[in-house]
């Protein structure tokens, strides 16, 4: 805004003393102050406003002036209330070194005049923002992605002090400028958004995190070309990125609204193009599936794997370890939802690393679905592979046994289910609700064409083990697949009653008379490998006393703790209840 602007403003009640031929100055700022030297808070461009409380008498008007003059402030407005009248002391230094002085009427606060300027030159960066913005989005949709959305951020936060950030809805920092998000408070907005839109509340969402607001913008593409609608929320729920906004955007007028609606359709555009990036190595990966459980021969597979390894680890000298991960989107109700392509989306999007950034971080992940399932074929690069001996290659035929691999004992390199579900289950399991469940396997490591099927069953038979689980998100890993974990799932619901209710339900019920802690006793025993002494100091008990309740758990189910038949009855037992 203009100088001239304010004078012509009647209801701030300026009146001109000087600098008729300057109003033409632009102003970019106000700013209030008192001292006799303000300038190591002035950058130019301000409206200063004064009460002259730093003037003692006539010679420290000029002095004042200078400073204010060489830090190249638009103007000066000295309030009347304190001496009644602008001094001609004042008027003169402003004269001799053309700064523009205005008088401010004694029932004028400089409140209402702060409030004027900051409101008039925030509205005019918000429509240069505006132009800056629909020139990106003209850019965007015809021809290539200029700087991407951080150049857009970058925007918010030069030109209207906004700090903003894209968000996966995992919580991941897809894009963002200046301080980056801490993972925690991500996580929470994503969740925060997630409960938001299953709840039907139209965006922005408002979320409070760690004592600050933000405004929660949804992503997605409204514009021409853009994918028709999803008829449920389910489909596009898990997958949709956000706009986080610290601030709170309620008291926002339409036009800052609208603003920020055309900045996430920019985004969206953007995020559009990454999607169809996507195609080539989705493409990749369903002829891999396809050709695994059509059982066709390993060098047809491998020929493939070969065509799949420059692009997914392009400059790759030695061909990878492959794990295949298997996830399953469920939905309870009607099964209006299509889950393969839900399912699809989310395990690409998990299968990224959460710090990762970049362009695209998930360009070396290949998934496809097939009916409700979608299949992830990961490559692992091996510096330094081993080579297996001959009279292994020769024993099974060139193809590596499942379980064998570098991730065989869930400790070595790669993808380890529980890992890849730590950082994501809060924000997904809120936009699963109450009506949807995520269910992952992952297979051991694998390095040949051969091994591939056998690590697509056993990423498929870990699923199952993670479905049979309590919670809305839930994984297993292949490791799971060599012990009683893997048998608990499938024993029919009343079997499991009716064996866990002979051997505890006396238990129970004698702890519940009596607060014996028998279960407790129990579990620690066994944890102990039947150890008196180890047991008895965990419990912090006398060993006598943990013989006593030992000999009443044995007097009460008539089972004797010192066989191994019985302690492995009770492990299950207590495994399954």
């Known amino acids: 805004m203009r100088l001239r602007a304010l004078l012509e403003t009647d209801a701030l009640g300026l009146r001109l003393l000087g600098g008729e031929d300057e109003l033409d100055r632009a102003v970019r700022g106000v700013m209030t102050t008192d001292l006799r030297d303000?300038?190591?808070?002035?950058s130019g461009g301000e409206l200063v406003l004064t009460g002259l409380a730093w003037r003692r008498d006539a010679a420290d008007s000029e002095p004042f002036v200078r400073i204010l003059a060489a830090a190249g402030v638009a103007g000066l407005a000295a309030g009347e209330a304190e001496l009644g009248?602008?001094?001609d002391d004042l008027v003169q230094a402003c004269s001799r070194h053309r700064l523009p002085l205005f008088a401010v009427h004694e029932s004028v606060a400089f409140a209402k005049i702060t409030e004027h300027v900051v409101r008039q030159v925030s509205g005019e960066r918000a429509g240069d923002l505006a132009a800056v913005v629909d020139r990106h989005r003209r850019l965007m949709t015809s021809g290539p992605a200029g700087g991407g959305p951080e150049v857009v951020l970058d925007l918010l936060g030069s030109d209207l002090d906004?700090?903003?950030w894209v968000l996966s809805p995992t919580g991941r920092r897809v894009a963002g400028a200046g301080a980056p998000l801490p993972a925690d408070v991500a996580s929470a907005l994503a969740g925060e958004h997630l409960a938001a839109a299953r709840a039907g509340r139209r965006g922005p969402h408002r979320a409070q995190v760690g004592g600050t607001t933000y405004s929660l913008f949804p992503i997605r593409n409204t514009g021409r070309g853009a994918a028709p609608a999803a008829r449920d929320v389910r489909e596009t729920v898990l997958s949709d990125w956000l706009l986080a906004v610290e601030a709170d955007a309620g008291d926002w007028p339409a036009a800052r609204l609208d603003l920020l609606q055309g900045v996430t359709q920019l985004i969206a555009v953007e995020r559009d193009r990454r999607d169809a990036a996507r195609t080539v190595r989705r493409r990749l990966a369903q002829e891999v599936l396809e050709l695994v459980q059509a059982g066709a021969a390993p060098a047809e597979v491998a020929a493939r794997l070969r065509v799949a390894a420059p692009v997914l680890l392009p400059g790759l000298g030695t061909a990878p370890h492959w794990q295949v991960v298997v996830a399953r989107v469920e939905w309870s109700g009607d099964g209006a939802v299509e889950a393969g392509p839900v399912a699809q989306s989310l395990l690409e999007e998990v299968l990224v690393d959460p710090a990762?950034?970049?362009?695209?971080?998930a360009d070396r992940i290949a998934v496809a679905h097939s009916g409700d399932e979608a299949i992830a074929l990961v490559p692992l690069p091996v510096a330094d592979p081993a080579p297996a001996s001959d009279e292994d290659t020769a024993a099974d035929?060139?193809?590596?046994?499942?379980g064998t691999g570098a991730a065989a004992d869930g400790a070595g390199p790669g993808l380890h289910a529980e890992r890849l579900l730590a950082a994501v289950r809060a924000p997904l399991s809120a936009g699963l609700a109450d009506d949807g469940r995520l269910t992952l396997g992952v297979s051991a490591?694998?390095?040949?064409?051969?091994?591939?099927?056998g690590a697509l069953?056993?990423?498929r038979h870990a699923r199952r083990v993670a479905a049979a689980r309590p919670g809305r998100v839930c994984a297993a890993g292949h490791h799971e697949l060599a012990s009683h974990v893997l048998l608990l799932p499938f024993v029919p619901d009343d079997v499991r009653r009716a064996f866990t209710a002979r051997l505890l339900d006396p238990l129970r019920d004698y702890d519940r008379r009596h607060r014996a802690e028998l279960i407790p006793t129990l579990e620690a025993f066994l944890d102990c490998d039947g150890s008196w002494t180890r047991c008895a100091t965990r419990l912090h008990l006398h060993v006598n006393t943990l013989r006593y309740r030992v000999g009443r758990i044995e007097q009460l189910t008539d089972r004797d703790l010192s066989?191994?038949?019985?302690?492995?009855d009770f492990f299950l037992a207590l495994r399954m209840s």
């Not at 303000?38 to 002035?42: M, Q, V």
């Not at 066989?563 to 492995?568: A, H, P, S």
């Open 563 to 568: 066989r191994l038949e019985d302690k492995l």
């Open 162 to 164: 906004l700090r903003a």
């Open 85 to 87: 009248a602008v001094p």
């Open 38 to 42: 303000p300038s190591r808070y002035l």
């Open 397 to 402: 035929g060139g193809a590596e046994r499942p």
């Open 445 to 453: 490591t694998v390095h040949s064409a051969e091994g591939l099927r």
């Open 356 to 361: 990762a950034t970049g362009a695209d971080p």
């Open 457 to 459: 069953e056993e990423a």
